[in-house]
């Protein structure tokens, strides 16, 4: 289904909203969310931020809890920059399919049909969209399907609140990237960080192997994002 859905629907759903787009005079790459403006680093670095303060305040909360263990772990430069590489692109592609085609070619589509004036439901549909994707990651379950929904949810809100990419792309890379950093696992895949964490409590709170996605700490943490980004947002206009 993962593939199905970032390799055939999402660049369909895109394309059909690029047709509609030319058709009306529309710009194709601001439409993407892929233009350059003078918002594209602020929204970046604010998104970042934002989900840099979650996941440090669920790795504090746990660890203040006594449901995680850490101990130091080796990292040097090299390892830095080769994580961060992996972890940027591949935030950077689930964004351009999920957000860019899929999200954009809903809002488009739903339009057609009288729906468009509603963005919710383009935003629901390609975060449950978003959810399931996750569902075949090692240690996935009901719980890391629905944490990584929500996801979904902030970086559509996110997408279309900010009318571009970098939001989105910098809350995603914050996300996973700190969950690296600190030795937490992302979405049931290990990397080096500065700690090894050993997670001592239910998983149900911790995520467990997963990661923060399936735990009710990480979970409650995506409301706080939802808070700063909509902070942010109101700000911004």
Same mark, same amino acid.
């Given at each position: 289904?993962?593939?199905?859905?970032?390799?055939?629907?999402? $660049?369909?759903?895109?394309?059909? %909203?690029?047709?509609?787009?030319?058709?009306?005079?529309?710009?194709?790459?601001?439409?993407?969310?892929?233009?350059? /403006?003078?918002?594209?680093?602020?929204?970046?670095?604010?998104?970042?931020?934002?989900?840099?303060?979650?996941?440090?305040?669920?790795?504090?909360?746990?660890? +203040?809890?006594?449901?995680?263990?850490?101990?130091?772990?080796? !990292?040097?430069?090299?390892?830095?920059?080769?994580?961060?590489?992996?972890?940027? %692109?591949?935030?950077?592609?689930?964004?351009?399919?999920?957000?860019?085609?899929?999200?954009?070619?809903?809002? %488009?589509?739903?339009?057609?049909?009288?729906? +468009?004036?509603?963005?919710? #439901?383009?935003?629901?549909?390609?975060?449950?969209?978003?959810?399931?994707?996750?569902?075949?990651?090692?240690?996935?379950?009901?719980?890391?399907?629905?944490?990584?929904?929500?996801?979904?949810?902030? !970086?559509?809100?996110?997408?279309?609140?900010?009318?571009?990419?970098?939001? $989105?792309?910098?809350?995603?890379?914050?996300?996973?990237?700190?969950?690296?950093?600190?030795?937490?696992?992302?979405?049931?895949?290990?990397?080096?960080?500065?700690?090894?964490? /050993?997670? /001592?409590?239910?998983?149900?709170?911790?995520?467990?192997?997963?990661?923060?996605?399936?735990?009710?700490?990480?979970?409650?943490?995506?409301?706080?994002? #939802? %808070?700063?980004?909509?902070? !942010?947002?109101?700000?911004? !206009?």
């Amino acid at each position: 289904m993962s593939d199905i859905v970032t390799f055939v629907v999402a $660049p369909v759903l895109g394309i059909i %909203a690029i047709v509609l787009w030319v058709r009306r005079g529309q710009p194709v790459l601001a439409n993407l969310g892929l233009k350059v /403006t003078k918002w594209s680093v602020p929204d970046f670095l604010v998104g970042v931020t934002i989900t840099f303060i979650a996941i440090l305040a669920v790795f504090m909360v746990e660890l +203040g809890l006594g449901v995680i263990t850490i101990a130091s772990a080796p !990292y040097d430069v090299n390892l830095f920059l080769s994580t961060l590489g992996d972890i940027a %692109a591949n935030a950077a592609v689930e964004e351009l399919f999920f957000r860019s085609l899929l999200l954009s070619g809903l809002v %488009a589509v739903l339009g057609l049909v009288r729906w +468009g004036s509603n963005r919710w #439901i383009p935003v629901l549909i390609s975060a449950v969209l978003f959810g399931l994707i996750h569902a075949s990651n090692p240690g996935a379950s009901p719980i890391s399907i629905f944490g990584n929904a929500m996801g979904g949810l902030i !970086y559509g809100m996110a997408f279309l609140g900010a009318r571009n990419i970098w939001f $989105p792309f910098g809350l995603h890379l914050g996300w996973n990237f700190t969950q690296t950093l600190l030795g937490l696992p992302v979405s049931g895949k290990n990397f080096p960080g500065l700690f090894t964490v /050993t997670p /001592t409590g239910p998983d149900l709170v911790t995520g467990g192997a997963f990661g923060p996605e399936a735990g009710i700490i990480g979970i409650l943490s995506r409301f706080l994002v #939802i %808070a700063l980004l909509l902070g !942010y947002l109101s700000l911004r !206009y």
